[in-house]
């Protein structure tokens, strides 16, 4: 009984300690300044709704802040418009569809496909639209602002 469970252990613990993979970041080569001219300002095409949320300052003493998790579904054509990470955090997981993001430190678009996340930190400001010709649909995790 412990041979047969012993390998399953330690693969599981191999599993646990692993690095996440950031499937869908920007291509080797391709960090750079990218100013973003012409970014869209408007969403088009997407629906935004909070599923949960937590209240940071109940919880960890860090006030006005909280962690939420939205589901945006983004139409084909659809935009999620330009805006910065700058003091807010986030992942964002893309549960069915594909979808592009324009990066200010990526110099070419990147495709998140199902099963990808994406990392937004650092300041990065960006936008996305989708594509492609089914839904986007997205999970968000954030640290926000205010209540």
């Not at 659809?78 to 594909?98: E, K, M, N, W």
Request: hydrophobic share 40%; glycine share 8%; with cysteine.
């Amino acid at each position: 009984m412990i041979r047969s469970t012993l390998p399953a252990a330690l693969a599981f613990l191999a599993l646990a300690s692993a690095a996440p993979a950031f499937a869908g970041e920007c291509p080797a080569g391709q960090m750079a300044d990218n100013p973003l001219t012409g970014h869209p300002t408007e969403p088009k095409g997407v629906t935004d709704t909070v599923i949960g949320s937590v209240d940071l300052g109940k919880e960890i003493n860090v006030a006005d802040r909280q962690l939420r998790t939205r589901r945006l579904v983004v139409q084909p054509g659809g935009v999620v418009p330009f805006h910065s990470h700058a003091d807010r955090p986030a992942l964002i997981y893309t549960v069915s569809g594909q979808i592009t993001e324009y990066r200010s430190s990526c110099a070419v678009p990147i495709v998140h496909k199902a099963g990808d996340i994406a990392r937004e930190a650092d300041g990065i400001s960006h936008y996305w639209i989708n594509h492609g010709k089914v839904p986007a649909v997205l999970l968000s995790s954030d640290v926000h602002h205010g209540m």
